[in-house]
């Protein structure tokens, strides 16, 4: 890749310049200080000369990673709050799409942006592949992991809803974002409760071996250990959503992710 055709080193700096009067070039390029220096890095722009060293990553050879200069950072500034996931886990009918919404709706108000990833929705597009098998679950788990990666990088608060019925999908993860991004609130219902509510009518279903392997039913779920946040409902009738999402947001907000 080269310097597109009719655009001068000075036209391609200019934007850089204009978008942070407070900071340096050197700051902005990364410690490039000459247009020279640019050119012979791998400073966002423009292309290096010397040969850049290749990565391989699982099946995707000879691959490089650019990086930009407008960083996790300078949207978080933007944004006024830091980005993170919110890891909503629990069986079917726990109230995991519920809360998420609720959450989101209670965050907007305090002007703060969100995204939803529900793994009924996503498995509507992204994941329309997958089945319920473990594999396929564990794979669901997977790419929602990384798509909520990519928003917390975004700058934003990233609500995934999703079963996640695996303790080591859940964990992978977690591992994926910095120390502290990763908020892992467990839907602490017991099945009978989830089962009492069947909105869907899929333990119905399930129980009448109309649907096989569904979770709590004849498939697992491993519960949580370690969840930052534990929400427990041990009756139909319980706390409400906004009151769960209360909590959520209090959390939240004394772990500073509500500021840049
Ligand atoms: N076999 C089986 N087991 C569990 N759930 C099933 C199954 N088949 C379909 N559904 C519907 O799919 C929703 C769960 O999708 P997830 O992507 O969250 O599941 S997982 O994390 O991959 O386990 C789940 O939605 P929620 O009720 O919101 O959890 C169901 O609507
Ligand atoms: N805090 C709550 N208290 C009582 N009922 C709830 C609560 N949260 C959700 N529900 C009800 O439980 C059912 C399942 O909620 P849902 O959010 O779809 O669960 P999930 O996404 O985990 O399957 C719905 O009928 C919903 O109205």
């Not at 080193?9 to 390029?29: C, V, W």
Request: net charge negative.
């Amino acid at each position: 890749m080269g310097i597109c055709g009719g655009e001068t080193r000075s036209n391609l700096l200019e934007p850089i310049k204009a978008m942070d009067a407070s900071k340096t070039t050197s700051d902005i390029n990364g410690g490039c200080n000459a247009i020279d220096d640019l050119l012979t890095t791998d400073c966002d722009g423009f292309p290096g000369k010397s040969t850049p060293k290749m990565s391989t990553v699982g099946n995707s050879t000879n691959i490089l990673w650019h990086k930009c200069s407008v960083e996790k950072s300078d949207r978080q500034e933007l944004l006024k709050q830091k980005g993170c996931v919110i890891w909503i886990t629990g069986l079917s009918g726990s109230g995991k799409s519920t809360l998420a919404c609720a959450l989101s709706r209670g965050l907007h108000a305090r002007g703060k942006l969100t995204y939803i990833l529900d793994g009924d929705n996503v498995r509507h597009g992204l994941n329309s592949d997958l089945s319920f098998k473990a594999e396929d679950r564990a794979e669901n788990i997977r790419r929602i992991g990384e798509v909520a990666k990519l928003f917390a990088d975004a700058g934003v608060i990233c609500i995934a809803s999703l079963i996640s019925p695996y303790g080591k999908d859940r964990d992978a993860c977690r591992a994926l974002l910095p120390e502290g991004d990763f908020v892992e609130v467990f839907m602490d219902v017991p099945l009978q409760v989830c089962e009492a509510r069947d909105s869907k009518g899929l333990y119905k279903l399930a129980r009448a071996g109309k649907i096989k392997g569904f979770t709590g039913v004849d498939d697992p779920y491993e519960p949580p250990l370690n969840s930052e946040i534990v929400l427990q409902q041990r009756e139909e009738r319980c706390d409400s959503p906004t009151h769960l999402a209360e909590v959520v947001i209090s959390y939240l907000e004394k772990k500073g992710y509500l500021e840049a």
